[in-house]
């Protein structure tokens, strides 16, 4: 080959090069959007390249989801459920932040968002639509299997109010983002 032919070559490598990377941070840079503090926390988990394909996959999966609002009717009862569930808290936090935890889930059954085993992709596919949310729902379920004795009872109810609490908003919108 030529010089010139080298030179060439030394271009389009270096073009292609370019491109790629460009690529990768406009992609970088949606899914930090997307996600907000989910991003950092799968990167802090599992490394960047790792975590950009478990959230790009997050975000093909909730892209195929049909997510509907509640009718009015479930948005009532499941609140109603929540301020019975709010009014049992000083008598038994435990069990009352379990039945608010499971209320959530219910709540996002009926909406469409899956049934998953794996709680950290639920709590991330639901990051996806509300990233403030995933974060207080995942303190607060640490705080349910990790409470004892009355320290653990003051620290139960910092995430049951204020975790749970965040979680109902999704519960009452009557517009989907994203969808």
């Not at 941070?25 to 490394?47: I, T």
């Not at 109810?157 to 999704?170: D, G, I, L, N, V």
């Amino acid at each position: 080959m030529t010089t010139w032919e080298w030179i060439v070559v030394v271009a389009a490598v270096a073009v292609a090069l370019l491109l790629v990377l460009a690529r990768i941070r406009r992609r970088r840079a949606h899914l930090k959007e997307q996600f907000g503090p989910e991003y950092m926390r799968a990167v802090s988990d599992v490394g960047t390249g790792d975590a950009e394909r478990r959230l790009g996959g997050i975000e093909q999966t909730r892209k195929e989801l049909h997510l509907r609002p509640l009718p009015a009717a479930a948005r009532e009862r499941y609140l109603d459920e929540w301020r019975q569930t709010e009014s049992r808290f000083v008598n038994d936090p435990r069990d009352s932040a379990r039945a608010a935890e499971g209320l959530v889930l219910r709540a996002l059954e009926e909406r469409g968002y899956p049934c998953e085993e794996d709680s950290e992709r639920l709590v991330a596919l639901v990051a996806f639509d509300h990233p403030d949310v995933a974060d207080r729902y995942r303190h607060g379920h640490a705080m349910v299997d990790n409470v004892g004795g009355e320290q653990g009872t003051e620290n139960l109810r910092r995430p049951c109010s204020t975790s749970a609490r965040s979680s109902r908003t999704w519960c009452k919108e009557r517009r989907l983002p994203h969808s």
